[in-house]
């Protein structure tokens, strides 16, 4: 493992790489951003030991560097690392997309590109933690003149960091990406603003949406300081994944202009099957999931004390969501939780403390 680490960018990646590397056990931790600002705020959080005035600077005496840039700004700020840095440090990146900042290190031995996919709509060295990697998949992209020991090296660092390393090709990578993150929040904005900017005889569609268009829409509107140069950087690999989905929505309207009822059928049986592939490769150690679907009133402390019933009991909640609907109202709180007989528990307890409880198997065959 590196004695001695560069992070250049104390932003949320760039300082929790630096309290997962204390976690583990680095000895040294140096850091650079040019927002002096955020800089101070990763010292406050313990994320690095020491400030650094340049790039130079910071990298002068690592082992290995991490460059946590904006996307837009990694190709020149690896340039500048690679340049600065000396020979036995490895560097490599955290940007979610790989095709750029591979091309400009191409031939540099040293380089390894990396992008770990644990993304939060918090931001900032203030919302850093050590635990933010545990899990996660951490995509490395070494190519024909990488350094073989480095690369093993860098796999090693990743995964003291509580990451899962897995190597792809960086083109590979964007078109992935693209599909599976990209895609989706291009797909968000796009839903949002049809609904936003429409009318239905006077009614404001907004106002009428219910939980189906809140899901859809949850990443809608995401940073775009960040946004936009991910959309732009990657953008040949989105126009792709853009094309193959309006050749599908060509389909279902085809389907739907001449009552195709078979199509349809096998349509959404073909979406449930894969949704049930995606729930499978998200919960993959915890066996069958239950959904608990609880009617909760609007008011303080509800939410505490009904985690806090269940904790009691030791019954472990796989994931949770709580959609609000209005003050009257309430919300409807979804809670996950793997095994028959354990969701039979947390039913009734539940139903016991006076809420309206109904379970279903999350995976239904």
């Known amino acids: 493992m590196a004695q001695r680490l560069a992070i250049v960018g104390t932003g949320l990646i760039g300082a929790s790489v ?30 690095i030991d020491a400030s650094a005035p340049s790039v130079a600077e910071a990298v002068a005496a690592a082992d290995l560097a991490v460059v946590a840039a904006p996307v837009a700004e990694l190709p020149a700020q690896v340039v500048a690392v690679l340049g600065a840095s000396p020979e036995r440090c490895t560097v490599t990146d955290v940007g979610s997309t790989k095709g750029p900042v591979c091309a400009a290190a191409a031939g540099a031995a040293r380089f390894i590109g990396g992008h770990p996919v644990c993304g939060s709509e918090a931001y900032g060295p203030e919302n850093a933690r050590a635990e933010l990697f545990d899990g996660a998949t951490w995509f490395l992209t070494p190519a024909a003149a990488t350094d073989p020991q480095r690369y093993r ?13 897995v190597a792809v090709d960086p083109a590979a990578h964007d078109r992935l990406l693209a599909l599976t993150s990209h895609l989706p929040h291009a797909l968000a904005n796009l ?38 140069d991910i959309f732009l950087d990657n953008a040949d690999a989105l126009r792709e994944a853009l094309g193959e989905h309006r050749r599908r929505i060509d389909q279902l309207e085809r389907a739907l202009a001449t009552g195709d009822a078979g199509f349809l059928a096998r349509w959404i049986g073909e979406a449930a099957t894969n949704r049930r592939r995606l729930l499978r490769a998200a919960y993959p150690d915890a066996g069958p999931i239950e959904r608990l679907l609880v009617r909760v009133p609007d008011r303080p402390g509800v939410l505490a004390g009904i985690t806090q019933a269940l ?39 539940l139903e016991a403390q006076g809420y309206a409880v109904d379970v279903s198997p999350l995976d239904p065959e």
């Open 18 to 47: 630096g309290l997962a590397a204390k976690r583990a056990g680095v000895a040294h931790v140096d850091g650079f951003d040019p927002d002096s600002g955020a800089l101070e705020r990763a010292a406050e959080r313990g994320a």
């Open 311 to 349: 904790g009691a009991e030791r019954i472990n909640i796989e994931d949770f969501e709580l959609q609000h609907e209005s003050p009257e109202r309430g919300g409807l709180l979804t809670l996950l939780v793997a095994g028959e007989h354990e969701a039979e528990r947390a039913a009734d307890l």
């Open 191 to 228: 839903l949002l603003n049809q609904a936003g900017g429409t009318r239905v005889e006077g009614h404001e569609p907004l106002a009428a949406g219910g939980g189906s268009l809140r899901d859809m829409t949850r990443v809608a509107g995401a940073n775009p300081r960040i946004w936009v």
């Open 153 to 165: 090296a860098l796999h090693g660092f990743v995964s003291s960091l509580g990451a899962v390393p």
